[in-house]
């Protein structure tokens, strides 16, 4: 079936770094999603990608849709302890685009 | 504007007995999706479900498992007679409709805990 598979697994970095991390698959996908999970909280979304190539930005945050529509990155620039948290990458099943497939996440940890 | 609300938020239920998990989607949102997650992993799909009907139950156990959305209430998955694999985090999400695939809103979660 679908899979996507992120890395890194996790993240150590300091205050004020910048951030990378990517999402990759064997199969197509025609959107990419990113949350962002806090312990005890449900996914929030960050952004979502509909078209290849494309590339978003919300405030620090920059994702990209991968051109062979098999991978995605996002970045985070000038990383802030607020943005501790598990990075997920999901994309809408080929059967079913209203079933997301998610990756097992990134986790991030920033040290002040 | 509310959010998806989740209750209860922790649940904790001896093997053989049955939970009840309650979603409410958010308003004006007709369109409800359950999520399983276990500790360290990402998110599996279950069941999507729109008003009195289920429209996806592919991810949903063959047995024991149900899911419902009523035409007034808030939306329930059940679980009968749990065992201790059913331990894990249920979320719920909702979309306003027929749209773009990410437009999905999740709630907080019930951590599920069968002792």
């Known amino acids: 079936g679908q899979q996507l598979n992120q890395s890194p697994q996790s993240m150590f970095i300091q205050e004020g770094e910048d951030v990378s991390m990517n999402c990759t698959s064997s199969?197509?996908?025609?959107?990419w999603l990113w949350y962002k999970q806090e312990p005890g909280e449900g996914p929030v979304l960050l952004i979502a990608l509909y078209k290849a190539g494309e590339l978003t930005s919300n405030g620090r945050l920059t994702a990209q849709f991968g051109i062979t529509r098999k991978d995605s990155f996002l970045n985070i620039s000038a990383s802030i302890p607020s943005d501790v948290g598990i990075y997920f990458c999901?994309?809408?099943?080929?059967?079913?685009?209203?079933?997301?497939?998610w990756g097992l996440g990134t986790s991030l940890a920033v040290n002040p | 504007n509310a959010g998806v609300m989740q209750n209860p938020r922790h649940l904790v239920r001896r093997r053989g007995q049955e939970a009840r998990l309650r979603c409410s989607p958010m308003k004006g949102h007709s369109h409800v999706y359950w999520y399983r997650q276990l500790p360290e992993e990402g998110l599996k799909f279950m069941v999507y479900l729109q008003k009195e009907n289920i429209i996806d139950e592919s991810g949903m156990p063959k047995e024991r498992f149900s899911a419902e959305f009523p035409k007034e209430g808030p939306s329930i998955l059940r679980i009968q007679q749990v065992v201790r694999g059913d331990s894990a985090a249920y979320f719920c999400?909702?979309?306003?409709?027929?749209?773009?695939?990410?437009?999905?809103?999740f709630g907080p979660g019930t951590r599920l805990t069968v002792t």
């Open positions: 999400a909702s979309s306003p409709g027929p749209g773009r695939v990410g437009e999905q809103y």
């Open positions: 199969s197509i996908f025609n959107t």
């Open positions: 999901a994309g809408p099943s080929a059967g079913n685009n209203r079933k997301l497939i």
